[in-house]
């Protein structure tokens, strides 16, 4: 390489930085969160920081299949995840009725899960709660699709699935044959649930 395409590479890089902190100090961490490389940025930013899930936990990694995860229902039924979900693509989002963000986004997963009906990709939510304060939460924010439950800790469903930090709302997309294809951390605005979850 030259010296003057080095000097150039270099002006591009800084000129990168400088737009990714005006970006920043302008509009917060929001744009580039919703961007595929902020959330790949910010999930090795939480895992390198995380305390390891405890001894004989697995742990979901993106590309490979995730591994099953026994579940209760609203009704306490015992649901196999992902098995019970195969053959189409899965959104799961982990979720808990004490969370701002996760009640704000609810309405969009509900209206995502509507529109994919018998045909597209299936909405699972998973509450980080105790099913007296989800049943309660439920009767004014009522959704369609199934919601499993899972005390909060640390080898809680979120941690399964690829969160160590437990930050809430968190989804994840599973292709139809159960493999974590994407993972998300923050609520989804508005419109933002059709692209992201193609798989």
């Known amino acids: 390489m030259t010296s003057g395409t080095g000097k150039i590479l270099l002006v591009a890089l800084a000129a990168g930085a400088l737009g990714l902190i005006a970006s920043l100090a302008f509009d917060g961490p929001g744009p580039l969160l919703r961007t595929e490389l902020g959330q790949r940025a910010l999930q090795g930013a939480l895992s390198a ?20 995860m026994v579940l ?7 649901v196999i995840v992902p098995k019970a979900y195969a053959g189409r693509p899965l959104l799961i989002n982990v979720w808990a009725s004490w969370c701002g963000p996760c009640i704000k986004e609810m309405p969009e997963l509900q209206r995502y899960a509507a529109e994919q009906a018998a045909q597209g990709v299936q909405v699972v939510g998973i509450a980080l709660d105790d099913v007296a304060a989800v049943r309660d939460f439920l009767t004014t924010t009522p959704v369609a699709y199934p919601i499993l439950l899972e005390a909060a800790g640390p080898a809680d469903a979120g941690v399964r ?37 193609q798989p």
């Open 161 to 197: 699935l690829g969160n160590p930090k437990g930050v809430l709302p968190y989804s994840v997309l599973i292709s139809a044959d159960g493999r974590l294809l994407k993972q998300r951390i923050g609520p989804f605005e508005s419109g933002e649930i059709t692209g992201w979850a």
């Open 49 to 68: 920081s995380a305390p390891q899930a405890p001894a004989g936990v697995a742990v979901a990694r993106r590309g490979e299949p995730v591994p099953e």
């Open 72 to 78: 209760p229902d609203l009704d306490g039924k015992p």
